[in-house]
Each structure stands twice: as C-alpha cells, then as structure tokens.
C-alpha cells in the first residue's frame, strides 16, 4: 500500500512570495491533516478535512494560508504571502475515516519551506 | 485545552542498553488516547505505540512500552535493547476520545544511541 506523498519535499523562498505545497494521501482515507512543525517544536494541526469539507481550521492563519481538498482526494496547502516565521516543516497525514473509534494516522515525509 | 510536556529534549543510551523517555500531558477529559510516535531524520513521522487511557494495562509492541500513570497525567517510554535504528526524535501525543481527531504533540526528545 502506497503511503502519503507530499510534493514537493523542499522549497527556499523569499519572504513576501507565494508558494504552494501538494498532498496525495492515502487510497480511500477519508480524512486528511496537515500540520506545521517548526524547528524545535511538536507539529502542530493547521488544518483536517473530512472528504473536502473542513472539520477544523481554527489554527489557520487565514489572513496568509489556505487549504483546499478537492473531490476529497488530493489537499494544497498555500501560503500568501509568506513570512520569515513560516518557516518550517508542513506535515500532510491521512487517516481511514473520522469518528469514536481509533483511526491511525499516517504521516507523509513532509516539506521543508524556508522563507528567506 | 490539552498540552503535553516533554521535558528532555535529548537523550543518549549505549546501544543494547535500556532508555526511558517521559512525558506528562493535562486535560479535564477522562477518555482519551496517547502515543508515542518516532520521527527519522528522513522526517516521516511513524507510530511507535498508543495507549487508551480506559487500559489500565500498559501497551507494548516488542522491545517498546509504556508506563502509564492515569492519576499522576504521566506516560513515558521504555526502549529495551536499543539498536541504531531507534535513533530518531520522539514525540509524545494525546488525542480526545471523542470528536476531533487531532493530535496534540509535545516538543519532543532527540534520541542517540551510542554504539
């Protein structure tokens, strides 16, 4: 079974730009995270989709990032415009669907974005 | 709202040799998960184990397990027989038993093991 891809796995740019970043998760998961971790800390969640509905994006920043998941598969993450504080590693995890019972998440390698 | 504190940031154990890693979380909940997940320098974070706080039994996967404390809000990790492999950032999560699924990690603890 394929894991979660992310795409793509690094990106350098300068503060003031845009950039996007792509999640693939896994076949058939319904629900989908990204989190953001910065340098010496735990990742923390930006945003969940439930198929393409949003169930949290209370820690989006939505004055600079958005989020969308369209036909519930495929989720990008974009960031406009970028700050030097954005700086970070963005986390894409899947799991199989949301509920009261145990779901696992399974994370992707993640992307590294440095903001110059 | 729930946190989880790890408060060593780095670790080191002889290779073969027995670690203990701690972690202590807050929340008003009474039902709840908590995991313990391994990130590689590679970056894909992966589950190590989990522990449902209605378990008064401990959880083990192998050479890992835990000891978890209800009471005290207190869940640490024992690796035995460490091999080079486990070499890695663990973090330390909790996620409610109902509702959102999220999870909520603490700040992690860098792992080396010394061969």
């Known amino acids: 079974e394929a894991g979660v891809a992310q795409s793509p796995r690094y990106k350098i740019i300068e503060k003031r730009q845009s950039v996007a970043f792509w999640c693939n998760p896994i076949?058939?998961?319904?629900?989908l995270y990204w989190y953001q971790q910065i340098l010496g800390q735990g990742p923390k969640l930006l945003i969940q989709?439930?198929?393409?509905?949003?169930?949290?994006d209370s820690q989006l920043p939505k004055d600079r990032f958005s989020a969308e998941r369209l036909k519930g598969v495929d989720s990008t993450l974009k960031i406009q415009p970028a700050k030097l504080e954005d700086s970070a590693v963005y986390l894409c995890?899947?799991?199989?669907?949301?509920?009261?019972?145990?779901?696992?998440?399974?994370f992707g390698p993640g992307t590294r974005l440095t903001v110059l | 709202a729930q946190t989880v504190t790890q408060s060593q940031p780095e670790m080191s154990v002889q290779e073969a040799e027995t670690v203990t890693l701690s972690c202590t979380y807050d929340?008003?909940?009474?039902?709840?998960?908590l995991f313990w997940y391994k990130q590689p320098p590679s970056r894909q974070m992966i589950l190590v184990i989990r522990?449902?706080?209605?378990?008064?039994q401990n959880a083990t996967e192998n050479r890992f397990s835990v000891n978890f404390q209800k009471a005290a809000k207190s869940f640490s990790l024992k690796i035995s027989d460490s091999q080079l492999g486990d070499a890695a950032m663990y973090f330390c999560?909790?996620?409610?038993?109902?509702?959102?699924?999220?999870?909520?990690f603490g700040t992690g603890t860098r792992l080396t093991i010394i061969p």
């Open positions: 995890a899947s799991s199989s669907l949301a509920g009261h019972s145990y779901n696992e998440q399974f």
């Open positions: 989709f439930q198929n393409n509905g949003v169930v949290d």
């Open positions: 929340t008003s909940e009474s039902d709840y998960y």
């Open positions: 522990q449902e706080a209605y378990k008064q």
């Open positions: 999560a909790y996620r409610s038993f109902f509702g959102n699924e999220k999870l909520t």
């Open positions: 076949s058939g998961h319904a629900t």
